[in-house]
């Protein structure tokens, strides 16, 4: 009986790690839309929500460089894992101090895809596999539309596109500067964060991240328009 069950759990676990191992090299083409697993949710639970896919070339590029500047910094540097900040999150926890987090955003895109919300250790335990795998099978540029188009900017809005229309009735190519680095900083917590009536504290992020935007050169070079 116990042999059974141990079987069992062993054949979920392999279809469970089948799924992104199949799923990812089709993601890379670039007629196939993917959609998260909230996505998947709110389909099958009949919630209204909001996502139209557009092309990275579509996105205006200040946009691509706020996000960068704001949620991962080494992103066009790293393969899937930014182990120097993994590192410091490790120290900072083994001190007792209270961490900070350093998921990139090719993990972020894999627990869009693959796994699920709230915070778990099992979670980022999975996490830094399917972002070495992402990194390894997808080329910069595609992870990076797949994220941005995935991605919750609010409560059933998912990806640039309907959160530019959302918050500021514009598509996601003529987004200023401003509305940028707003929409960046909601990121962290879209629940709580309104990119078109910001608080105090949002307005001094978005400053920050205007400026590394502005500043940004060869940190953004993987997801620059291509002449």
């Known amino acids: 009986m116990l042999r059974k069950i141990i079987v069992t759990i062993l054949a979920g676990l392999l279809i469970l790690a ?37 092309p990275l070339d579509e996105v205006a590029p200040v946009l691509r460089y706020s996000v960068l ?49 709230g915070r778990s250790y099992l979670r980022k335990a999975l996490e830094l596999p399917l972002a070495i795998y992402l990194d390894l099978v997808l080329s910069k540029r595609r992870l990076f539309e797949i994220y ?14 309907a959160a530019s229309q959302h918050y500021f009735g514009r598509p996601a190519s003529e987004l200023t500067a401003r509305q940028a680095a707003l929409l960046a900083v909601t990121l ?20 920050r991240v205007q400026r590394l935007a502005a500043q940004s050169g060869d940190y953004v070079g993987c997801v620059k328009p291509q002449e």
């Open 148 to 161: 941005l188009n995935i991605v919750e900017w609010d409560t059933g809005v998912y990806g640039i596109e």
């Open 188 to 207: 962290p917590n879209p629940d709580d964060r309104n990119p078109a009536n910001p608080t105090r504290r949002q307005a001094r992020l978005a400053d």
């Open 18 to 54: 089948a799924i992104p191992a199949v799923l990812t090299p089709i993601y890379a083409l670039p007629f196939i839309n993917p959609v998260s697993t909230l996505m998947l949710r709110d389909h099958f639970t009949f919630r209204p929500y909001l996502r139209d896919w557009v």
């Open 69 to 117: 500047m704001s949620e991962d910094g080494q992103y066009c540097r790293h393969h899937g894992v930014d182990w120097g900040e993994m590192r410091a999150v490790v120290d900072q926890f083994m001190e007792g101090e209270e961490t900070r987090g350093a998921s990139t955003i090719t993990m972020q895109t894999a627990k869009n895809l693959f796994l699920w919300n």
